[in-house]
């Protein structure tokens, strides 16, 4: 059976209503219906799919959460994988990278050599990572701090 797609990532998080306002105040999400999991969560919708859900970290999680999720350790440190960074395609780079500006939420430009992607990174509350790529014609006469086509083959 192939998959499909990428149905959501869950943040875990010390501060669930601080990253349920990242999400929607920095990336422009909206907090939407969750089933009942008697355990606190925010699900975060772009247009009608939920793409991120927000639940309390191991640290602060119920015993229904623990149960649920498979949580026994109470260490914040304790992951469940190395995942570098969650991406999304997006749209409006300029009015975006303005937007970024103006809150106070710090992002890195970067060009995959001469790809047609022009790219944001930033970090969520809890330092997740988020990769935004916008159509690299949106990019027209702005230069990235790093173009990897700049880079040596050697390394």
Known sequence: MPLAHIEHYLVAADDM??????YRDVLGMHEGWHPEFNFPVYWMYL???DVVHISQSARNATDNQKVYLGRTSQDAGAGTGAVDHIAFRASGLRGMMAQFREKGVEFKERRAGNQALYQLFLFDPNGVKVELNFDGAEAEGIEPEVNAASFSKKN
């Open 17 to 22: 209503e601080r990253t349920r306002d990242w």
């Open 47 to 49: 247009g009608d799919s």
